[in-house]
Protein backbone atom coordinates (compact mmCIF):
# COMPACT_ATOMS: atom_id res chain seq x y z
CA UNK A 1 0.00 0.00 0.00
CA UNK A 2 1.85 3.00 -1.00
CA UNK A 3 -0.95 5.77 -0.68
CA UNK A 4 -4.54 6.56 0.96
CA UNK A 5 -6.26 5.85 -2.29
CA UNK A 6 -8.09 2.83 -1.28
CA UNK A 7 -9.51 4.56 1.80
CA UNK A 8 -9.84 8.35 0.27
CA UNK A 9 -12.19 6.23 -2.95
CA UNK A 10 -13.76 3.96 -0.35
CA UNK A 11 -14.62 7.04 1.39
CA UNK A 12 -15.71 8.86 -1.94
CA UNK A 13 -18.04 5.79 -2.87
CA UNK A 14 -19.67 5.53 1.24
CA UNK A 15 -20.06 9.45 1.47
CA UNK A 16 -22.14 9.08 -2.05
CA UNK A 17 -24.16 5.86 -0.85
CA UNK A 18 -25.55 7.52 2.11
CA UNK A 19 -26.48 10.89 0.24
CA UNK A 20 -28.41 8.38 -2.53
CA UNK A 21 -30.37 7.44 0.80
CA UNK A 22 -30.80 10.52 2.48
CA UNK A 23 -29.47 13.41 1.13
CA UNK A 24 -29.72 15.97 4.04
CA UNK A 25 -27.95 13.34 6.19
CA UNK A 26 -24.59 15.18 6.07
CA UNK A 27 -25.98 18.64 6.02
CA UNK A 28 -27.82 17.75 9.09
CA UNK A 29 -25.25 15.90 10.84
CA UNK A 30 -22.88 18.87 10.71
CA UNK A 31 -25.54 21.31 12.78
CA UNK A 32 -25.16 18.83 15.56
CA UNK A 33 -24.27 15.87 17.51
CA UNK A 34 -26.92 14.24 19.83
CA UNK A 35 -25.62 10.74 20.47
CA UNK A 36 -27.41 8.70 23.00
CA UNK A 37 -24.59 6.54 23.67
CA UNK A 38 -21.24 6.91 25.08
CA UNK A 39 -18.83 3.73 23.99
CA UNK A 40 -15.54 2.86 25.79
CA UNK A 41 -13.92 0.03 23.76
CA UNK A 42 -10.80 -1.27 22.84
CA UNK A 43 -8.48 -0.27 19.91
CA UNK A 44 -8.60 -3.09 18.11
CA UNK A 45 -9.36 -2.87 14.15
CA UNK A 46 -12.05 -5.57 14.23
CA UNK A 47 -14.21 -3.92 16.73
CA UNK A 48 -15.65 -0.37 15.49
CA UNK A 49 -18.84 0.55 17.04
CA UNK A 50 -20.38 1.97 14.59
CA UNK A 51 -20.95 -1.06 12.45
CA UNK A 52 -20.98 -3.81 14.67
CA UNK A 53 -24.31 -2.23 15.91
CA UNK A 54 -25.55 -1.51 12.38
CA UNK A 55 -25.34 2.54 13.41
CA UNK A 56 -24.95 5.41 11.53
CA UNK A 57 -22.28 8.79 12.24
CA UNK A 58 -24.17 11.04 14.98
CA UNK A 59 -25.28 8.06 17.33
CA UNK A 60 -22.60 6.87 19.27
CA UNK A 61 -19.57 8.90 21.05
CA UNK A 62 -16.76 6.95 21.35
CA UNK A 63 -13.45 6.38 23.01
CA UNK A 64 -11.02 3.70 22.57
CA UNK A 65 -8.03 2.28 24.03
CA UNK A 66 -5.71 -0.94 24.11
CA UNK A 67 -7.86 -3.70 26.03
CA UNK A 68 -10.74 -0.95 26.45
CA UNK A 69 -9.51 -0.34 29.75
CA UNK A 70 -11.20 2.39 32.19
CA UNK A 71 -8.42 4.24 34.48
CA UNK A 72 -9.52 6.58 36.98
CA UNK A 73 -6.38 8.77 36.61
CA UNK A 74 -6.72 8.83 32.44
CA UNK A 75 -7.44 12.31 31.62
CA UNK A 76 -8.11 11.61 27.88
CA UNK A 77 -10.87 8.63 29.38
CA UNK A 78 -12.42 11.58 31.77
CA UNK A 79 -12.91 13.73 29.57
CA UNK A 80 -14.54 12.37 27.50
CA UNK A 81 -17.04 11.09 29.54
CA UNK A 82 -17.43 13.97 31.53
CA UNK A 83 -18.00 15.52 27.78
CA UNK A 84 -20.53 12.90 26.72
CA UNK A 85 -22.13 13.17 30.33
CA UNK A 86 -22.86 16.74 30.90
CA UNK A 87 -22.62 17.84 27.79
CA UNK A 88 -24.35 15.54 25.37
CA UNK A 89 -26.11 13.94 28.22
CA UNK A 90 -25.85 10.59 26.96
CA UNK A 91 -28.32 8.26 28.62
CA UNK A 92 -26.15 5.14 27.83
CA UNK A 93 -22.17 4.21 28.80
CA UNK A 94 -21.13 1.56 27.35
CA UNK A 95 -17.79 -1.24 28.23
CA UNK A 96 -17.13 -2.96 25.90
CA UNK A 97 -14.45 -5.84 25.59
CA UNK A 98 -14.08 -8.71 23.18
CA UNK A 99 -12.88 -11.98 23.36
CA UNK A 100 -8.97 -12.78 21.82
CA UNK A 101 -8.50 -9.42 22.59
CA UNK A 102 -4.84 -8.88 22.17
CA UNK A 103 -4.20 -6.73 25.31
CA UNK A 104 -5.79 -9.06 27.48
CA UNK A 105 -3.70 -11.86 26.37
CA UNK A 106 -0.62 -10.10 26.62
CA UNK A 107 -1.32 -9.27 30.27
CA UNK A 108 -1.91 -12.66 31.07
CA UNK A 109 1.39 -13.55 29.92
CA UNK A 110 4.51 -12.97 31.76
CA UNK A 111 6.31 -11.20 28.61
CA UNK A 112 7.23 -7.72 28.78
CA UNK A 113 5.84 -5.15 25.84
CA UNK A 114 8.07 -2.63 26.70
CA UNK A 115 6.45 0.82 27.49
CA UNK A 116 2.89 -0.38 27.24
CA UNK A 117 3.29 -2.87 30.00
CA UNK A 118 2.32 0.08 32.28
CA UNK A 119 -0.80 0.12 30.21
CA UNK A 120 -1.66 -3.62 31.01
CA UNK A 121 -0.30 -3.53 34.76
CA UNK A 122 -4.40 -2.30 34.86
CA UNK A 123 -5.38 -5.96 33.41
CA UNK A 124 -2.74 -7.89 35.72
CA UNK A 125 -4.31 -6.14 38.34
CA UNK A 126 -7.73 -7.38 37.47
CA UNK A 127 -6.57 -10.76 37.19
CA UNK A 128 -4.52 -10.92 40.17
CA UNK A 129 -8.13 -9.87 42.40
CA UNK A 130 -9.80 -12.26 40.55
CA UNK A 131 -7.11 -15.13 40.74
CA UNK A 132 -8.97 -17.47 42.23
CA UNK A 133 -11.77 -17.99 39.89
CA UNK A 134 -9.86 -17.84 36.88
CA UNK A 135 -7.36 -20.58 38.48
CA UNK A 136 -10.28 -22.60 38.50
CA UNK A 137 -11.03 -22.72 34.72
CA UNK A 138 -9.72 -25.65 32.87
CA UNK A 139 -8.05 -23.89 29.66
CA UNK A 140 -5.83 -21.27 29.23
CA UNK A 141 -8.68 -19.81 26.58
CA UNK A 142 -11.21 -19.89 29.66
CA UNK A 143 -9.41 -17.90 31.92
CA UNK A 144 -8.94 -15.71 28.91
CA UNK A 145 -12.14 -14.96 27.82
CA UNK A 146 -13.31 -14.68 31.32
CA UNK A 147 -10.34 -12.29 32.42
CA UNK A 148 -12.33 -10.49 29.28
CA UNK A 149 -15.46 -10.51 31.25
CA UNK A 150 -13.63 -9.27 34.37
CA UNK A 151 -12.03 -6.34 32.58
CA UNK A 152 -15.23 -5.15 31.58
CA UNK A 153 -17.58 -5.56 34.96
CA UNK A 154 -14.03 -3.86 36.73
CA UNK A 155 -14.49 -1.06 34.14
CA UNK A 156 -18.40 -0.39 34.72
CA UNK A 157 -17.08 -0.37 38.55
CA UNK A 158 -14.82 1.93 38.01
CA UNK A 159 -17.17 4.43 35.99
CA UNK A 160 -19.23 3.92 38.51
CA UNK A 161 -16.86 5.03 41.13
CA UNK A 162 -16.92 8.56 39.42
CA UNK A 163 -18.52 11.38 41.37
CA UNK A 164 -19.74 13.32 38.56
CA UNK A 165 -21.48 10.08 37.76
CA UNK A 166 -22.85 9.76 41.22
CA UNK A 167 -23.81 13.63 41.09
CA UNK A 168 -26.19 12.43 37.42
CA UNK A 169 -27.41 9.48 39.40
CA UNK A 170 -28.97 11.82 42.25
CA UNK A 171 -30.60 14.22 39.80
CA UNK A 172 -32.25 10.56 37.56
CA UNK A 173 -31.61 7.69 36.74
CA UNK A 174 -29.22 8.27 33.61
CA UNK A 175 -26.11 7.73 32.83
CA UNK A 176 -27.10 3.64 33.02
CA UNK A 177 -23.41 1.65 32.51
CA UNK A 178 -23.68 -1.55 30.48
CA UNK A 179 -20.79 -4.20 30.27
CA UNK A 180 -21.01 -6.00 27.00
CA UNK A 181 -18.57 -8.39 25.15
CA UNK A 182 -18.35 -8.77 21.54
CA UNK A 183 -17.26 -12.10 19.88
CA UNK A 184 -14.60 -12.29 16.66
CA UNK A 185 -15.89 -15.34 15.64
CA UNK A 186 -19.69 -14.47 15.09
CA UNK A 187 -19.90 -10.72 15.19
CA UNK A 188 -22.13 -10.96 18.38
CA UNK A 189 -22.36 -8.60 21.08
CA UNK A 190 -23.14 -10.33 25.02
CA UNK A 191 -24.50 -8.10 27.56
CA UNK A 192 -23.30 -9.37 30.39
CA UNK A 193 -25.82 -8.16 32.52
CA UNK A 194 -23.77 -5.71 35.15
CA UNK A 195 -25.94 -2.71 34.42
CA UNK A 196 -24.99 0.11 37.14
CA UNK A 197 -27.70 3.22 37.09
CA UNK A 198 -27.24 3.87 41.03
CA UNK A 199 -25.38 5.01 43.85
CA UNK A 200 -26.41 1.77 45.17
CA UNK A 201 -24.70 -0.30 42.81
CA UNK A 202 -21.93 1.18 44.52
CA UNK A 203 -20.09 -0.38 46.95
CA UNK A 204 -20.27 1.89 50.32
CA UNK A 205 -16.67 2.93 50.43
CA UNK A 206 -16.62 4.41 46.77
CA UNK A 207 -19.72 6.62 47.32
CA UNK A 208 -20.08 10.11 48.02
CA UNK A 209 -22.09 12.29 50.12
CA UNK A 210 -23.35 14.80 47.49
CA UNK A 211 -26.11 17.10 48.74
CO1 LIG B 1 -8.66 -5.86 22.28
Given amino acids: MENLNELLEGNENW ?3 IKKINPEFFKKLALQQTPQYLWIGCSDSRVPANEITGTLPGAIFVHRNIANVVQ ?5 MLSVVYYAVKYLEVQHIIVCGHYGCGGVQAAMSSKSYGFIDG ?4 IKNVQRLHQEQLDALETEAQRADRLV ?3 V ?3 VRSLSEISFI ?3 W ?3 KF ?3 HGLVYSLKDGMLKDLDVTADCPECVAPALRYQLD
Fill in 15 to 17: ANS
Fill in 72 to 76: LTDYN
Fill in 119 to 122: WLSN
Fill in 149 to 151: ELN
Fill in 153 to 155: MEG
Fill in 166 to 168: QEE
Fill in 170 to 172: KKG
Fill in 175 to 177: PKI
